[in-house]
């Protein structure tokens, strides 16, 4: 099979399109053709190794320490179940699946084996490929931080720092469903999309500093990571939350421990990859208030471009890999 590899950290000329072995699958195991897949921050930071302060080591230490152990990048992928092991219960050949391989990584190759109790859905009918394949990350990560984290409740202010992006335009649309009231924070380039799925309000962060502004919120959600608790915090509302999506080791570590006396305080840590949260966007698609969005999409051939658009910046919702087609 085909697969988007890396050898070496660095620049996106490192990522070659390679002829790997097929994939074997275990008893409990399924075997995914991989239609389309993403180009996601956790790509982009394993492979060119820009974490935020202080988390390179660990890194280092998870992937490999002088060059990466885990060749073929991708967590997240739509696709159709060629192979079943012999114990498979929940799956049949022929199914079309979303799954979110997580730090299993794998999904950029024509093929991918993972275990029929991974994070592993039905793909809702109503998404077509490219959309299916942007399913996971983002939407899980909002939900994940917003809903079970953050505690998100119906008539709340929320501000969403970095609105634009893959984590951001999902976060928009749960915060919606939820009955928040949403300000996105983004550049005047992602003013429409983000408006077209629901924010209310809009900061043009090249005009304004939001935590300059006299207005507070319940939660403060930081997918950029330069909203620290030092410039957030006077920006809360007594028992608001600062959810640090990107953070530094050290900001990170004391989160735990920034909370005042108004019961304001900050929440890190990372995202949790389960089937609910799957099938809790799934249902959100059904009724018409979630949908991934997809910024561009990319020929297999063509994925070290996708590298170079994270490189560059700019992007508005996934970068999608289109391995083949699919009806």
């Known amino acids: 099979m085909k697969a988007a590899v890396f050898k070496h950290y660095g620049s996106p000329e490192e990522v070659v399109i390679e002829e790997r072995p097929?994939?074997?699958?275990?008893?409990?195991?399924?075997?995914?053709?991989?239609?389309a897949?993403?180009?996601?921050?956790?790509?982009?930071?394993?492979?060119?190794l820009s974490v935020p302060r202080g988390f390179g080591p660990m890194l280092r230490l998870y992937f490999g320490l002088c060059k990466p152990r885990k060749q073929i990048l991708g967590s997240e992928l739509a696709g159709r179940v060629t192979a079943i092991g012999q114990q498979v219960s929940q799956f049949k050949v022929g199914d079309d699946v979303i799954a979110f391989s997580g730090v299993r990584l794998g999904a950029h190759a024509e093929y991918i084996?993972?275990?029929?109790d991974a994070p592993i859905i039905p793909k809702p009918e109503r998404l077509d490929w490219h959309q299916a394949a942007a399913f996971c990350f983002g939407g899980t990560t909002a939900l994940d931080f917003l809903c079970h984290k953050g505690g998100l409740e119906a008539g709340e202010r929320v501000l969403i720092n970095g609105a634009s992006g893959t984590v951001g335009t999902a976060a928009i649309q749960i915060a919606k469903?939820?009955?928040?009231?949403?300000t996105a924070v983004c550049s005047a380039e992602g003013d429409a999309l983000v408006r077209s799925?629901?924010?209310?309000?809009?900061?043009?962060?090249?005009?304004a500093d939001f935590t300059e502004s006299a207005e507070q919120w319940n939660i403060i959600m930081d997918i950029v990571g330069n909203a620290p608790w030092s410039r957030s915090k006077a920006s809360l509302k007594p028992k608001g939350r600062l959810l640090m999506i990107v953070a530094d080791l050290r900001n990170t570590l004391l989160a735990s421990f920034h909370k005042d006396a108004e019961g304001r305080q900050a929440i890190a840590g990372t995202a949790r990859e389960h089937r609910d949260d799957l099938k809790t966007l799934a249902k959100l698609v059904d009724t018409n208030e979630y949908w991934p969005i997809v910024h561009k999409v990319?020929?297999?051939?063509?994925?070290?471009?996708?590298?170079?658009?994270?490189?560059?910046?700019g992007k508005h919702g996934s970068l999608v890999i289109r391995l083949c087609e699919m009806k």
């Open 113 to 116: 084996a993972l275990p029929e």
């Open 177 to 182: 469903h939820y009955g928040a009231h949403v």
């Open 298 to 313: 990319y020929d297999f051939n063509d994925i070290r471009a996708a590298h170079e658009m994270f490189d560059q910046g």
């Open 197 to 207: 799925i629901g924010a209310d309000e809009v900061i043009d962060y090249r005009r």
């Open 22 to 35: 097929m994939p074997t699958i275990g008893a409990h195991d399924i075997l995914i053709q991989v239609v």
């Open 37 to 48: 897949t993403v180009v996601n921050s956790g790509d982009w930071r394993i492979r060119s």
